[in-house]
T-cell receptor
Framework: DPKIIQKPKYLVAVTGSEKILICEQY?????MYWYRQSAKKPLEFMFS???????DNQTASSRFQPQSSKKNHLDLQITALKPDDSATYFC?????????????FGHGTKLSVL | QQQVRQSPQSLTVWEGGTTVLTCSYE??????FPWYQQFPGEGPALLIS?????DKKEDGRFTTFFNKREKKLSLHIIDSQPGDSATYFC????????????FGKGTKLSVKS
């Protein structure tokens, strides 16, 4: 059984719309992350949360907003979608969010913006 | 500016052969270097990692080498198997209280039988 659940697996959106990507982890971890993987770029760090507090934000745009309602949830709200936002978004978790920890990744949500 | 460079972009080897993937980096504060393996339709999964205080780490058929002076690392896979066909990413982090990883673009490996 997958320990990190991302929903939906595939998502098609219209330019200018808003979507929420869901992530739940059942590993008992205290840190969660979002990474983005687009066709021509390396896997890119977006956000990290530890104990439900934002630790690091490397996303330049405020259109991307993480939302943590529970310790094992970290959703990603994306507003005013653009075609450049098309990518696979990976949620990940680790024990505490400290250095050198193993990251566990979900299977990703593939977002296509038309 | 790409902080972690990975080569080759793709590679095909015969079953039983040795695969060598390489990475270089620029940031001298990087001190932790994991390699992640990704199969199609899945998320990356940790394969092996090394700290900058070491120059070699082995795990079964997988060995990673680290050269601090040259800011390079490599992943060697001996006795490559078709099941090793995947995309391999090297990554790096600077440690401290931040677990943020900087990834290379990946190497797509195909092992033919």
């Amino acid at each position: 059984d997958p320990k990190i659940i991302q929903k939906p697996k595939y998502l098609v959106a219209v330019t200018g719309s808003e979507k929420i990507l869901i992530c739940e982890q059942y590993l008992g971890h205290n840190a969660m992350y979002w990474y983005r993987q687009s066709a021509k770029k390396p896997l890119e760090f977006m956000f990290s949360y530890s104990y439900q507090k934002l630790m690091d934000n490397q996303t330049a745009s405020s259109r991307f907003q993480p939302q943590s309602s529970k310790k094992n949830h970290l959703d990603l709200q994306i507003t005013a979608l653009k075609p450049d936002d098309s990518a696979t978004y990976f949620c990940a978790s680790s024990q505490d969010g400290t250095a050198n920890e193993r990251l566990f990744f979900g299977h990703g949500t593939k977002l296509s913006v038309l | 500016q790409q902080q972690v460079r990975q080569s080759p972009q793709s590679l095909t080897v015969w079953e039983g052969g040795t695969t060598v993937l390489t990475c270089s980096y620029e940031d001298s504060t990087f001190n932790y270097f994991p390699w992640y393996q990704q199969f199609p339709g899945e998320g990356p999964a940790l394969l092996i990692s090394i700290l900058s205080v070491s120059d070699k780490k082995e795990d079964g058929r997988f060995t990673t080498f680290f050269n601090k002076r040259e800011k390079k690392l490599s992943l060697h896979i001996i006795d490559s198997q078709p099941g090793d066909s995947a995309t391999y990413f090297c990554a790096a982090s600077a440690g401290g209280s931040n677990a943020k990883l900087t990834f290379g673009k990946g190497t797509k490996l195909s092992v033919k039988s």
